[in-house]
């Protein structure tokens, strides 16, 4: 059974530019949820879609947003990207919310 | 607020010791998790529990309701099982709040 795949693992944008991200689930899981890890303030949630739907959000700005297709896959989008955005973004897929969660490798993002 | 704390930030051990990291949270939760994270940045969900106890391997965790803490231990530790640990807890909004990790070195 494939695991959670990420693409692309490492990404360098400059300031300014705009980048999406894509994350496959299991094959069978409709939950995916996304994270943002930095050095400073460690892992944070950013959003979770079920079905297509965005069921929560967390505190981050518009310039954050992401979507879900049919088929479960999701991608999250940055635009007008800042420095401080450089960091490891993980997804996650379980089966439904408040089952066991499966994380991807994580895209590495670098902004300069 | 929905917050989790972990202990020790940083820990250090000789092969073989027995390793606990701690974890307590401020309100209920629906379920806690452990994971573990090695150098690249990928995570390996470990465990999931709402009551009791996991046992997988050498790695065993507990939750105590009441006190809202959990505690994760490892048996006879080694160096491979130096890495990131991390307690994330999901509260009634079902997001995942996470512990800011424990740094685990285990030295031959």
């Known amino acids: 059974k494939a695991g959670v795949t990420q693409t692309p693992r490492y990404l360098i944008k400059t300031r300014g530019q705009q980048v999406t991200l894509s994350c496959s689930p299991i094959?069978?899981?409709?939950?995916v949820s996304w994270y943002q890890q930095t050095p400073g303030q460690g892992l944070q949630f950013l959003f979770e879609?079920?079905?297509?739907?965005?069921?929560n959000k967390g505190n981050f700005p518009g310039r954050f947003s992401g979507r879900q297709f049919s088929n479960s896959r999701s991608e999250m989008n940055v635009s007008t990207l800042e420095l401080g955005d450089s960091a490891l973004y993980l997804c996650?897929?379980?089966?439904?919310?408040?089952?066991?969660?499966?994380f991807g490798q994580g895209t590495r993002l670098t902004v300069v | 607020k929905n917050e989790v704390e972990q202990s020790p930030q940083n820990l250090t051990a000789q092969e073989g010791e027995f390793i606990t990291i701690n974890c307590s949270y401020s309100?209920?939760?629906?379920?806690l998790h452990w994971l573990q994270q090695h150098p690249g940045g990928g995570i390996v969900s470990l465990f999931m529990?709402?009551?009791g106890k996991k046992k997988h391997g050498r790695l065993i965790a507990t939750i105590n309701i009441q006190e809202k803490h959990s505690s994760l231990h490892i048996t006879a530790s080694h160096p491979r099982d130096s890495a990131v640990y991390i307690c994330?807890?999901?509260?009634?909004?079902?997001?995942?709040?996470f512990g800011t990790g424990t740094r685990l070195t285990i030295i031959p």
């Open positions: 994330a807890a999901t509260f009634g909004n079902e997001k995942l709040t």
């Open positions: 529990l709402s009551s």
């Open positions: 309100v209920g939760i629906s379920a």
């Open positions: 094959s069978g899981h409709r939950s």
């Open positions: 879609y079920f079905s297509e739907t965005q069921r």
């Open positions: 996650a897929s379980s089966f439904r919310a408040n089952t066991e969660a499966f």
